[in-house]
């Protein structure tokens, strides 16, 4: 994914180091390599390539991580704001 | 096909056990990539979603998964404790709570059904390619016919109010080369800045569709022409941009690398200057036609 990049300093993705204990769950979840083993200990290395999708918090058996996960879709955003709005749209694809 | 225990061959209790979702696309690759072994197949109720989607709303789950492991009586019919997942399920599934609860282990396998034989053949290790999603040119031109569909129906009101306003203002021709401007800005941010996604400047994606509008205003600018005076030149420039931008944004659900805060900051910075650019469009084109 490397070739793909979105906007940057975004995303919600918080981790506390002091409660980590190394399983390493989080590199195997994330989908793009925003984790690294250093010393016993994950690191965040590629921050902005995190897309929120919630798998490395709903995997930490310490919640040393969260993230507010959702999806990155502007017809969903969309929808949404018009609903808020009191504006109903036909459910679409997804 | 409804969710359970499938066998793959005549699997034992050794053998090793695949989680996937009752979408249709995955089973029929899993199944077939898998053919000529011996494995269980368990297949949770997703509803006909697939293991993505699914477990971003939460039906590819922990709770999902426990109540199958539970029904198909898995820790009596194999002798190993060890799920084999889907990679893109984890955003459902609590691994730990997993083990908790059933006292099976949960290994995220691959992102693709695909890499399944691989990873088997590894000794059940995940390489970094298993684990490295990507967005390939076929990728994305798969994802377009849907798009364009959708992308159809939404402009259809704006396609007919341009073809009348064109018949009745300059005639039939006008009309058509109308709709043909429309139709193409269109295609330019639903379909061409897809497939040139990573050429195009960014990271945002209406820029991105910025530029395959303007490359799309020079073909019709050499072709069909942008219309008759300044002020219908520069309509039709904003407007088929503005057309482009929309779509090419819109096309932000489709990928999987593009995060809600970032798609919530584009709409934010990006949206409100497209409907600007859009009304502006349009009035100078009253402007144009009036006088």
Known sequence: ?94 | MPPGLYAIGTPDQNSAVIVTANYKLSFDIVRSSLAGRNLWLLVLETFGINVWCAAGKGSFGTEELVRRVDQAELANLVQHRTLLLPILGAPGVAAHEVSRQTGFRVNYATIRASDLPAYLDNGMQTTEAMRELTFSLRDRAVLIPVELVQALKSILPFLISVFLIGWWTAGLPSGVYGCIALLGAMLAGTAVAPLLLPWLPGPSFTLKGVVTGLLWCGICAITIGLGSSPLAVLGTLLGLTAVSAFFAFNFTGCTPFTSLSGVRKEMQLALPKLVVVGLTAAILWGCALLG
């Open chain 1, 1 to 94: 994914m490397k070739k793909f990049r979105y906007l940057k300093n975004v995303a919600t993705l918080k981790y506390d180091e002091e409660l980590c204990i190394g399983c390493g769950r989080c590199l195997e979840v994330c989908p793009h390599a925003v984790f690294k083993l250093l010393n016993g200990r994950a690191k965040i290395i590629d921050f902005d390539a995190c897309m929120e999708c919630g798998a490395c918090a709903k995997n930490c058996p310490v919640t040393a991580l969260a993230v507010t996960a959702g999806v990155g879709c502007a017809a969903g955003l969309l929808t949404e704001w018009l609903r808020e709005r009191g504006v109903k749209l036909k459910q679409d694809g997804c």
